[in-house]
C-alpha cells in the first residue's frame, strides 16, 4: 500500500456534473495539500490543510472545494467545472512538525478531463 | 511570493554524457527538494537538502545546494536511458512547497 493513495485514477465528467476526488495517506503526517498539474505549466499550489485547518488557498476558483475531515483524508469536490479544468490533480502529505527536512509524498494523481 | 527557476526546460542529451540543470530561488530557504516524475505517474523524491553547502548523490545523480547564491544543480554522470524523466527542484518554507518548472530531460541511445 502506498503511503498516498488517491482515487479515482481517472475522471471524465461534463461540466454540469458534481464529482469528487478523494486522498488518503497513511503515513501519520499532518499537513495535506492539492497540486494541479497542467501541460507545460508548473506545478500549481491549490490548497493546503495543516492540522485539519486550511492554511492556503491559492485564489481558486469557487468551483473547486476542499474538505479535510480529518488528518488522513482530503477530498477536492468539484462542480460546474469548465474545460481548461482538464489536468492532472496531486494530493500530498508532509509532516509540518518534527525534523526539519521532511518532505512531501504525492500520491499517484487523480487525471480529470472536463467534456 | 517565492519563485523558483529550472534550466534548462528541455534537455536532450547523449547515453553516456555529463550535464547539470540548475534551480534558482527568488527568497531565503533552508530546504530544497528535487523530485522526479515519470511521462504519467507522480513525483518520486530524490533529494532534501537542508544546508549551505550541503552535497548528496545517488547513482548518476549528485545534487548540492548553495544557499547565498540561492541555487541548487543536479548533476548527472554518464546519463543512461533510464534517467529521462522530468526532474523538478522544490524549496520549502514552513509548511509551503514552491516548484520549479520542471526540466524534461530526454537521454539518447
Known amino acids: 500500500e502506498t503511503g498516498v493513495t488517491q482515487t479515482p485514477r481517472h475522471l471524465v465528467m461534463g461540466m454540469t456534473n458534481k464529482k469528487s476526488l478523494k486522498c488518503e495517506q497513511h503515513l501519520g503526517h499532518n499537513a495535506m495539500y492539492w497540486y494541479k498539474q497542467s501541460a507545460k505549466k508548473p506545478l500549481e499550489l491549490m490548497f493546503v490543510?495543516?492540522?485539519?485547518?486550511?492554511?492556503e488557498n491559492n485564489s481558486v476558483p469557487s468551483r473547486f472545494s476542499p474538505e479535510c475531515p480529518n488528518s488522513s483524508h482530503l477530498f477536492l469536490h468539484l462542480h460546474t467545472l469548465q474545460p481548461e479544468d482538464s489536468a492532472l490533480y496531486l494530493c500530498?502529505?508532509?509532516?509540518?512538525?518534527?525534523?526539519?527536512?521532511?518532505?512531501?509524498?504525492f500520491g499517484e494523481g487523480s487525471w480529470l478531463t472536463v467534456v | 511570493e517565492l519563485k523558483v527557476e529550472q534550466n534548462p526546460l528541455f534537455l536532450s542529451m547523449q547515453e553516456g554524457k555529463n550535464y547539470t540543470i540548475y534551480c534558482n530561488y527568488s527568497t531565503t530557504s533552508d530546504r530544497l527538494y528535487w523530485y522526479r516524475q515519470d511521462p504519467g505517474k507522480s513525483l518520486e523524491s530524490l533529494f532534501v537538502l537542508l544546508s549551505n553547502g550541503a552535497v548528496k548523490q545517488e547513482g548518476r545523480l549528485m545534487a548540492s545546494l548553495d544557499t547565498k547564491a540561492r541555487l541548487s544543480t543536479l548533476h548527472i554522470t554518464a546519463a543512461v536511458h533510464d534517467l529521462s524523466a522530468t526532474y523538478f527542484c522544490a524549496v520549502g518554507t514552513g509548511n509551503q512547497f514552491y516548484f520549479g518548472t520542471g526540466t524534461s530531460l530526454t537521454v539518447i541511445p
Open positions: 500530498a502529505s508532509s509532516q509540518v512538525k518534527g525534523a526539519k527536512g521532511n518532505t512531501i509524498y
Open positions: 490543510y495543516n492540522f485539519k485547518e486550511q492554511t
